[in-house]
C-alpha cells in the first residue's frame, strides 16, 4: 500500500467548490465534497458512460449528478430525509416553462397566516417570528402543488433560503444561535427560484440512469457482483451526530411526511463492546480502542463487506475519510479502514492524504495530528 501526499486535492474534498456550480449549491452541505473529485475519480478508475457508480453515503447527490453529467449511471443512499430530498430533486429531470409558471403563482400569492406549532425550542429561537411565519406560508402553499417533482422543486427552494434567513449557524456538529439582520424571505425565494429555473435550462443530453433513496450502508439493496465503482465518504469517527445539524430542516419539513428520521448510524450504538472487540482483533490490535471507536470501525467493517459483495471483479473503490481526534490521541482511520479492506478482500493501493490538521484538547494542547485521506482500493 502507497502512501503520498496531495494536498492541491485538499480543497476538491470539500463542498466549496460547488457552492459556483449550477445544481450542485441548491442545498449546501457542509459535510460534502466536490464534483470536480467525483471527475477525478471517474477519469482515475477508467469509469465509462455505462458503467454504474455506487455512493452508500450519497449526501446531497454530489457523487449522483456528476455521474449523471458524465453519462455515467449512478446508485445512492442516504439515511437523513434532507440529504436523500436534496439528491433527489437535483436529479430529476423537469419542464423550465412549467417551473415558471408556477413559481410566478407562488410568489403572487398573499400571505395568509397559518397555523403552527412546534415543541422543538431550536426552530423558535432561530427565526424571526415573521420569518418563521413566512416559511409556513410558502411551505404550506408549495405542499398543495399536484405534482410531487415540481413541488419538491419549489420545497428544496423554501429550504434553501429559510436556512439563509435563520439565525442559525452550524459549527461542526453544534447548532448555534446568533442574531443578526436576516434578508426578507419572499424576496430571496423569488431570486432562489429564478436561479434554479435558469439553471435547468442548460441543455443536458446524458441518458444515464440514476437511483437514490434510504438505505443502511451495512445493508444494501444492491444487487452482487454488479456495480463498476464506489465513491463514497462515510461519517467521520467521533463525528458521527453531525446529522443533528439538520434538526430544523426535518422539524420544519419532514415532521408527519411518513420519513424516518434517522441519525447518521454509523458507530452510535458502542454495545456489544466485547464481541465486537473480537471481531477488529481478527485485523487490527482494538485493544486500546474506546468504545466509541470499536462500535465506528465493526460497523464500517460490515459496510466494507457490502461493498465488496457489490463490486465487479475488478471495480474500484474511492473513499474520502477523516482520522478520529480523542483527548488521549489520534486515531488512524485511513490506515485502520484499509487494514479492514484488505482483511475482506480488497487490494488497497493507496492512501492519499489531501490535508493535515492538529488535533487538540482543552481547545490549545496538541495530543496529535490528524488527516483526511482518500482510500483507493481495488476488488
Not at 409558471?101 to 422543538?120: C, E, H, K, L, Y
Not at 439565525?167 to 434578508?183: L, N, T, Y
Request: aromatic fraction near 10%; proline fraction near 4%.
Amino acid at each position: 500500500m502507497i502512501i503520498r501526499e496531495k494536498p492541491e486535492w485538499g480543497e476538491l474534498a470539500t463542498f466549496v467548490p460547488n457552492k459556483r456550480l449550477p445544481v450542485y449549491n441548491w442545498f449546501y452541505y457542509k459535510e460534502g465534497y466536490s464534483r470536480d473529485l467525483v471527475f477525478r475519480l471517474l477519469e482515475l478508475f477508467g469509469i465509462e458512460r455505462g458503467d454504474t457508480i455506487l455512493d452508500p453515503f450519497a449526501g446531497v447527490g454530489t457523487t449522483l449528478l456528476a455521474c449523471m453529467q458524465k453519462g455515467v449511471n449512478s446508485i445512492g443512499f442516504d439515511v437523513q430525509p434532507p440529504a436523500v430530498f436534496a439528491s433527489l430533486v437535483k436529479t430529476r429531470k423537469y419542464d423550465a416553462n412549467i417551473l415558471e409558471d408556477t413559481g410566478n403563482a407562488i410568489m403572487n400569492m398573499r400571505f395568509v397566516q397559518q397555523d403552527f406549532s412546534t415543541s422543538n425550542p431550536l426552530v423558535k429561537r432561530a427565526f424571526k417570528r415573521q420569518t418563521l411565519d413566512d416559511v409556513i406560508f410558502f411551505r404550506d402553499m408549495i405542499m398543495d402543488i399536484g405534482d410531487s417533482s415540481v413541488r419538491d422543486f419549489f420545497m428544496l427552494a423554501l429550504m434553501n433560503v429559510t436556512m439563509k434567513c435563520s439565525w442559525a449557524w452550524k459549527d461542526g456538529a453544534v447548532i448555534k444561535i446568533r442574531k443578526h439582520p436576516v434578508p426578507p424571505l419572499r424576496k430571496l425565494l423569488k431570486r432562489q427560484i429564478g436561479f434554479m429555473i435558469n439553471d435547468i435550462r442548460s441543455p443536458d443530453s446524458t441518458k444515464a440512469s440514476c437511483s437514490v433513496g434510504f438505505g443502511d450502508a451495512r445493508k444494501l439493496k444492491v444487487e452482487s457482483d454488479c456495480i463498476d465503482g464506489i465513491i463514497t465518504s462515510p461519517p467521520y469517527l467521533n463525528k458521527i451526530e453531525y446529522s443533528k445539524i439538520y434538526s430544523i430542516e426535518e422539524e420544519l419539513f419532514f415532521r408527519g411526511m411518513g420519513l424516518s428520521s434517522l441519525r447518521s448510524h454509523i458507530g452510535i450504538n458502542p454495545e456489544n463492546v466485547i464481541r465486537e472487540r473480537n471481531k477488529l482483533d481478527d485485523v487490527v490490535d482494538a485493544s486500546n480502542f474506546n468504545p466509541q471507536s470499536i462500535a465506528y470501525f465493526n460497523d464500517m467493517y460490515e459496510v466494507i463487506k457490502e461493498m465488496y459483495r457489490v463490486s465487479r471483479d475488478g471495480a474500484k473503490v474511492g473513499i474520502v475519510v477523516g482520522n478520529g481526534c480523542f483527548p488521549e490521541g489520534v486515531v488512524d482511520s485511513d490506515m485502520i479502514l484499509s487494514k479492514i479492506a484488505e482483511h475482506i478482500g480488497f487490494d488497497a493501493k493507496e492512501v492519499v492524504v489531501l490535508s493535515k490538521r492538529w488535533c487538540t484538547k482543552n481547545r490549545v494542547e496538541k495530543v496529535g495530528q490528524t488527516r483526511e485521506s482518500l482510500l483507493v482500493w481495488e476488488k
